[in-house]
Structures are given as structure tokens and as C-alpha cells.
T-cell receptor
Framework: EAGVTQFPSHSVIEKGQTVTLRCDPISGHDNLYWYRRVMGKEIKFLLHFVKESKQDESGMPNNRFLAERTGGTYSTLKVQPAELEDSGVYFC????????????FGEGSWLTVV | RKEVEQDPGPFNVPEGATVAFNCTYSNSASQSFFWYRQDCRKEPKLLMSVYSSGNEDGRFTAQLNRASQYISLLIRDSKLSDSATYLCVVMNRDDKIIFGKGTRLHILP
């Protein structure tokens, strides 16, 4: 069974550009989470989808970040325009609604803004 | 005060030794607790869940003290392959996961 997959694995962009990160959760997992870790900080929650609905987006840092999950399958996280402080690793995770404790993480998308 | 606090380390421990990590959490309503392991530039992977009754998985023992809002992880007979960052993770009632900053462990040959 395929795990949580994320694309791209690494991205280097210039300040002001746009980047879109994609996450494909495990098939059948309605819960989808985005987290990020910036340099020297702990992994922090960004938002949580249940199917296509945003259950909780309290962790989104500002309106430069937009997450979508149209159709309740894969999700995208767009950063526009990117700033230097957005550099870090963005993790996606998924779980089944009836087993929220069993969470699977993707390998992360490493973003560097220069 | 951070929601989940851990000693960042690093802990430099000789192979074969026993090492213990502690973690405290601030939200008394938290309902689930975990230890994750993260290798350098890799994703977090679940090591074990933590229960009030304590649970053991091979060389690893985890313990939860709800009254003190304290979680521990004990690693016995440490191996070189145990070198990693260990993340204390708490899940709140709304299924939101809060990570500690992690404790770095280096096992020395």
C-alpha cells in the first residue's frame, strides 16, 4: 500500500515567487493534515481537512498560505508570494476518521526561499 | 508556556546504556500521547503510544502521568541505531497534534 506522498521533495524559489506543494494521502484516509517545521523550531500544525472540508485552519500563518483539497483526495498548499521565513519542511499526514491516533506522515517537502 | 516541552539535548550516551527522556504538556484536556522518532531529514515516525498504565515495546518503555502532565520514554541497552530525535506528541480532543521540539539522542560507540 502506498504511503503518504508529497511533491516536490525539494524546492528552491526566490522571494516573491509562488510554490505549490502537493500531498496525496493514503487511499481512504479522510483526515489530512499539514504541518511545517522552520529552522530551529518545533513542528507546528497548519491545518486539518476532513475530506474536502477545512476542520481547523488555526495554524495557517497568514493569508499568503492557501490550502485546498478539492474532491477530498489530494491536497495542495500554495504559498504566494513566498517570503524568506517560509523556508522549512512541510509535512503532510493522513489518518482514518475512525482511527485518528494512527497517523502517517509523508516524507516532507523541503522549501528554501532565497 | 509551550504546549509541549522537552529538553532539546543533545544526549550523548554510550552504546548499551539506558537513557530516559521527559516531556511535559500544558493542556490538561489532552487525550492521546505518543513518542515519535525522527531521523535527520526524514519524516516523523510513530515509535509508540503512551498510556497511563505504562507500556513497553522491547527496549522501549513509555509512561504517562496525567496528574503531573508528564510523559517519559526509557530506552534500555541503547544501540547505535537509536540515534535520532525523539518527539513528544500530544493529541487534543479536536484531533489536533501538538509536537514538542524534540530531544536529540546520540549513541556513542
Amino acid at each position: 500500500e502506498a504511503g503518504v506522498t508529497q511533491f516536490p521533495s525539494h524546492s528552491v524559489i526566490e522571494k516573491g515567487q509562488t510554490v505549490t506543494l502537493r500531498c496525496d494521502p493514503i487511499s481512504g484516509h479522510d483526515n489530512l493534515y499539514w504541518y511545517r517545521r522552520v529552522m530551529g523550531k518545533e513542528i507546528k500544525f497548519l491545518l486539518h481537512f476532513v475530506k474536502e472540508s477545512k476542520q481547523d485552519e488555526s495554524g495557517m500563518p497568514n493569508n499568503r498560505f492557501l490550502a485546498e483539497r478539492t474532491g477530498g483526495t489530494y491536497s495542495t498548499l500554495k504559498v504566494q508570494p513566498a517570503e524568506l521565513e517560509d523556508s522549512g519542511v512541510y509535512f503532510c499526514a493522513s489518518s482514518q476518521v475512525w482511527a485518528p491516533n494512527t497517523i502517517y506522515f509523508g516524507e516532507g517537502s523541503w522549501l528554501t526561499v532565497v | 508556556r509551550k504546549e509541549v516541552e522537552q529538553d532539546p539535548g543533545p544526549f550523548n550516551v554510550p552504546e548499551g546504556a539506558t537513557v530516559a527522556f521527559n516531556c511535559t504538556y500544558s493542556n490538561s484536556a489532552s487525550q492521546s500521547f505518543f513518542w515519535y522518532r525522527q531521523d535527520c531529514r526524514k519524516e516523523p515516525k510513530l515509535l509508540m503510544s503512551v498510556y497511563s498504565s505504562g507500556n513497553e515495546d522491547g527496549r522501549f518503555t513509555a509512561q504517562l502521568n496525567r496528574a503531573s502532565q508528564y510523559i517519559s520514554l526509557l530506552i534500555r541497552d541503547s544501540k547505535l541505531s537509536d540515534s535520532a530525535t525523539y518527539l513528544c506528541v500530544v493529541m487534543n480532543r479536536d484531533d489536533k497534534i501538538i509536537f514538542g521540539k524534540g530531544t536529540r539522542l546520540h549513541i556513542l560507540p
